[in-house]
């Protein structure tokens, strides 16, 4: 990896990251995961066909991700692009806040950089193989910089933004894990990830940025079930914070001078302890009423499902 460029690292990070996201998915697909079928039900498919469509689906996700490794022709992660857009976007249709979808911006904005990286899409080159070793410019490189600190941003506020709202799957990994006050601690941790975003979008500082990304990865191992697949489904997200962090290695670069940094990762951990530790009660109380207000939102677009469907 010491051999590479900065922009042929983030190309691999990019097309891995699209490959686990794609794969994991894929396998829910295999697996026929129940709640795919309020999904199909968007589009007016029934709880039967849903279950029968759902291993092709799955198996079509799987090959592309494999696809993306071995022969990443541009129009793959093209399609990917509207693919884990939809497939993102069907959670608030169904009903669900939209929240699931800000978080899930790592699964069609990782095939979208990886596009931009790759100086782009035009009839010409549709179903040409994408070049690791593609020169990448300076003006190309701050819009990779730029999409990476959106997509980021995004993930961990929809993540964070689910804590605050005391979503349940996040309350039960608490309560699994042996969290005293799961309520408490999902308000910690929203507070601690929308920081996060807020700080990756003004100024990303390298440190902080390698913190995240580590606490990504690790939070993401504590689903009660299917562990593996809901980590390899998640490498959007770890793949957009590993790809951004490898955008700030070069001082002279298209970024920010890293030598500027104040803070180091032992600093960093330190701020965000003694920030969650200052809380007073009575931003505390705040905090519960702004939670109680995103709970109370109902979600952007709801489908009204029939008993058939579900």
Known sequence: MRSLTSAQKIHYTL????????????????ITKAIWCNYFAVFGIGTRLAYQLMPWLGSFDILLGITVLVFPIRAIPAWLCVWGLVTALCRPLSGEPIAEFIERAGNFGVPFTLLILSGGLTKSNLFRAIDPDHPADDKTMKLVFLCLKIIVCLLLAGHGWL????????????????????????????LFELSAAISVLIRPLRSLIFIFFIWKMGTELFYPHYEFFEWIERGGSYGALLALWFCTVNPKGFTQHTQRETLNSDSAINVFR???????????????IVRSILKSTPP????QHSSSQL
Do not use: E, W
């Open 15 to 30: 097309r891995i990251a699209t490959a686990f996201c794609f794969i994991g998915h894929g396998c829910f697909g295999i």
């Open 163 to 190: 804590n605050l709202m005391d979503k349940k799957g996040l309350i039960s990994q608490y309560a699994t894990l042996g969290f005293p006050n799961p309520q408490k601690t999902a308000l910690l941790v929203g």
């Open 274 to 288: 003694l920030t969650l530790q200052a809380i007073p009660n009575s931003t505390q109380k705040a905090l519960h």
């Open 300 to 303: 952007a677009f709801r489908i």
